[in-house]
């Protein structure tokens, strides 16, 4: 994990790759709980038996799932030490890539795009991830984030 003392110390690496994060592995468990959460139960996400005959071979987490992986990943990827919190501000160019079947260990890789000054007395980065999928050339996402943080 890669570890920034502050915002400033951060802010100077425009066009640079913050870190990669440790490999996490999409469990059942975790899609039939983002299922739930979401009362999105379509079958090849929770049903074993009919996605085991469908055009994936098993169950694949939803795509949001995956999306919503980003603060995990993003904190085993890098850490800025002096901050008082961070607010998710949005996200730009999402696109799900590939299918994360069950079982699949996924990492994230990130970027910063930009490090903007906000009206508040934030900082606002725009971070690119690439949602790594183990074996697969494609990645499972990529996403720019965009996340306020305030001192």
Do not use: C
């Not at 790759?17 to 299922?35: C, N, P, Y």
């Not at 469908?54 to 085993?76: D, N």
């Not at 910063?112 to 971070?127: I, R, S, Y």
Request: overall charge negative.
């Amino acid at each position: 994990m890669r570890v920034f003392n502050d915002l400033d110390e951060i802010r100077a690496l425009v066009g640079e790759k913050l870190g990669t994060s440790e490999w996490l592995t999409v469990e059942q468990s975790h899609i039939d709980l983002f299922a739930d959460a979401t009362a999105d139960h379509q079958w090849i996400h929770v049903d074993a038996d009919r996605a085991a005959e469908g055009p994936f071979g098993t169950t694949i987490a939803h795509g949001f799932l995956t999306l919503s992986l980003l603060p995990v990943l993003a904190a085993s990827a890098y850490h800025i030490e002096k901050k008082r919190m961070g607010i998710n501000y949005g996200l730009n160019k999402v696109r799900f890539t590939a299918p994360v079947p069950v079982g699949s260990r996924v990492r994230a890789a990130a970027e910063l795009v930009a490090a903007e000054d906000t009206k508040d007395g934030g900082v606002q980065l725009a971070t690119a991830f690439v949602v790594e999928l183990e074996g697969s050339e494609r990645p499972a996402v990529v996403a720019e984030w965009l996340v306020r943080y305030y001192v």
